[in-house]
Each structure stands twice: as structure tokens, then as C-alpha cells.
């Protein structure tokens, strides 16, 4: 069974960080690129941030450019989200995905993390 358990989300003043983590089981991590999405109140769910299985490849929504960090340690099956500068228009749920390099129809999401950055 495959799972996608995301952590580290929670309450941030602005100009704050925050480092999402994606622990995954249940699949072999290395063949899977992974993803952060996001969605905002009555809005889309719009991409954070892409990186792939093996190159280590990123990138990302143009607005978030230099305050965002995707990275992953495929040791531990996690891959992460480094968030930093953060803005009001940051708040949203934080979703992690894992799609198969080859076979797109193995596709799997975490559960979401909220993400809130007020004063």
C-alpha cells in the first residue's frame, strides 16, 4: 500500500520559513518525481514545485522562484519544501504528489498540510 505522509506545515508569521517534508512507503522512491502542489481558498490547485526521479531536475511556479526549495533524499523516501520569505498569499493547503517516470497512471498523493502565514 502506498503511502504519502506529509508533516511540518502549522502557523508562520510573514517573512517566516517552513520545511514541508513527504515521507513515502510502499513504492521505489527512486522511479517516482515528486511534487508539491498547493490550493488556496476557492482557488485551483495550482503547482509549487516539481522534482525528478533521477537527475534531481526542479522547477518551479514562476512567482515562487528564490524563496522556494524543492529537494529529495531518496534514502529516506522523502522529498521536501523548503519555504522561506513567507507571504499571506503563501497560506494554502500543501500537497505532496509522486507520479511514476514511465507509468503515469501510478500517481499518488499525501494528505495535505495547512499552511498559514499571518502576523
Known amino acids: 500500500q502506498v503511502q504519502l505522509v506529509q508533516s511540518g506545515g502549522g502557523l508562520v508569521q510573514p517573512g517566516g520559513s517552513l520545511r514541508l517534508s513527504c515521507a513515502a512507503s510502499?513504492?521505489?522512491?527512486?522511479?517516482?518525481?515528486m511534487s508539491w502542489y498547493r490550493q488556496a481558498p476557492g482557488k485551483e490547485r495550482e503547482l509549487v514545485a516539481r522534482?525528478?526521479?533521477?537527475?534531481?531536475?526542479?522547477n518551479y511556479a514562476d512567482s515562487l522562484k528564490g524563496r522556494f526549495t524543492i529537494s529529495r533524499d531518496n534514502d529516506k523516501s522523502t522529498v521536501y519544501l523548503q519555504m522561506n520569505s513567507l507571504k499571506p498569499e503563501d497560506t494554502a493547503v500543501y500537497y505532496c504528489?509522486?507520479?511514476?517516470?514511465?507509468?503515469?497512471?501510478?500517481?499518488?498523493w499525501g494528505q495535505g498540510t495547512q499552511v498559514t502565514v499571518s502576523s
Open positions: 504528489k509522486a507520479r511514476h517516470n514511465r507509468i503515469s497512471r501510478y500517481e499518488y
Open positions: 510502499g513504492l521505489t522512491f527512486s522511479m517516482y518525481a
Open positions: 522534482i525528478t526521479s533521477t537527475s534531481g531536475s526542479t
